[in-house]
């Protein structure tokens, strides 16, 4: 046949091998990079976009913007006015409380020394009406004869007269 036959060496023949893998490696790596890269421009162009619709909304909403920011600035006033009359009625509150305070510190000390005394005038009334229920109606009989009493007897009359409920008084003085 008288053909010529060439013998490749392997080592050729694996560096063409190599050269392949290599090429493939690099083919998907450049496909990532390009599609990344489109998406990438892809999202800027939707990003520019928002930001032009975005710019055009506050160039809108600039004069709405000044007239708030300007009402700000006069309710920062007021409240600043207030605050500074909420200060003074503040402090008069507090003048006002203190006063009250020891107003109320008075009040309780009057009230436990009256209740103090009442404690002790109590026994002493249920002495005194023990003794006024122990008179005996005779008694009263033989002060009646008496023309003119005595101004201890008078006082005492009144006292009794007192302490009757308005139904109980008598009918003739």
Known sequence: MRR????T???????????KKILKTQRVKVEK??????????VLKTAAVEVDKLQRKLE???????????????????????????????SVVVVEEEEASKQAAEVKEIKDNADMELN????ELAIAVK?????????FYSLKTIKKPAPSVVAVFKICAMFLLPNDKPKKP
């Open 33 to 42: 990079g390009r599609s990344r890269l489109a998406r990438g421009l892809e």
């Open 9 to 19: 060496p392997t080592s050729y023949l694996e560096l063409l091998s190599m050269y």
């Open 60 to 90: 809108a909403d600039a004069p709405i913007l000044a007239k708030t920011q300007i009402e700000v600035e006069s309710t920062k006033k007021i409240i600043a006015e207030k605050t500074v009359k909420a200060e003074a009625v503040k």
């Open 131 to 139: 003794k006024v229920e122990s008179i005996e109606v005779s008694a």
């Open 4 to 7: 010529i036959n060439y013998v």
């Open 120 to 123: 002790t005038a109590l026994p």
